[in-house]
T-cell receptor
Framework: GAVVSQHPSRVICKSGTSVKIECRSL??????MFWYRQFPKQSLMLMAT?????????EQGVEKDKFLINHASLTLSTLTVTSAHPEDSSFYIC???????????FGSGTRLTVV | EDQVTQSPEALRLQEGESSSLNCSYT??????LFWYRQDPGKGPEFLFT???AGEEKEKERLKATLTKKESFLHITAPKPEDSATYLC???????????FGAGTRLAVHP
């Protein structure tokens, strides 16, 4: 139980275009979801926290106009990287708060490459 | 400021050679400490949650322990398939977000 499905797993886009990443909770309702960014051989950096039906809370230094987060339902949160540039290339991972002993469950990640 | 420090940064073991990974934390009111395993190109996979000092949890060759300042992940007789990055994270105070350490990259050789 408590599975989070993230798509796509890999995406290559041209500089200046936008890319949308989806994160779905398959067998539970996720009131709160989190979006992380991970650079090679580094740990996860929290970008923002999204709550269903309200605006996302962004961490310091994260551009909210570049990384648009929408959490319109209890099972779906999306991250849109707008006007992507090569420096936005990274591994993006979503997570949902499950509660209890499992705490938080993670998606499988999206490798974004901007060329 | 809440902080999580993991050591060592990387660890190389021979198959069957037991060892421990360390996670030191400084938080204002620990609500939970989590251990995850992450394989290359994948999202973190849940291993354990610990809530209070003295608590221990086991799963196959892994055992996690918690004190007021640190947590250990003990690996007994590791196998090559245990090779991965092990991440420690905490949730503190009135927040519900995970604060991650930098991770320990474990390589187990046959």
């Amino acid at each position: 139980g408590a599975v989070v499905s993230q798509h796509p797993s890999r995406v290559i886009c041209k500089s200046g275009t936008s890319v949308k990443i989806e994160c779905r909770s398959l067998d539970f309702q996720a009131t709160t979801m989190f979006w992380y960014r991970q650079f090679p051989k580094q740990s996860l950096m929290l970008m923002a926290t999204s709550n269903e039906g309200s605006k996302a809370t962004y961490e310091q230094g994260v551009e909210k106009d570049k990384f648009l987060i929408n959490h319109a339902s209890l099972t779906l949160s999306t991250l849109t990287v707008t006007s992507a540039h090569p420096e936005d290339s990274s591994f993006y991972i979503c997570s949902a708060e499950v509660g209890g002993n499992y705490g938080y469950t993670f998606g499988s990640g999206t490798r974004l490459t901007v060329v | 400021e809440d902080q999580v420090t993991q050591s060592p940064e990387a660890l190389r073991l021979q198959e069957g050679e037991s060892s421990s990974l360390n996670c030191s934390y400084t938080v204002s009111g620990l609500r939970g400490l989590f251990w995850y395993r992450q394989d290359p190109g994948k999202g973190p996979e849940f291993l354990f949650t610990l809530y209070s000092a003295g608590e221990e949890k086991e799963k196959e060759r892994l055992k996690a322990t918690l004190t007021k300042k640190e947590s250990f992940l003990h690996i007994t007789a590791p196998k090559p398939e245990d090779s991965a990055t092990y991440l420690c994270a905490v949730v503190s105070g009135g927040y519900n977000k995970l604060i991650f350490g930098a991770g320990t990259r474990l390589a187990v050789h046959p």
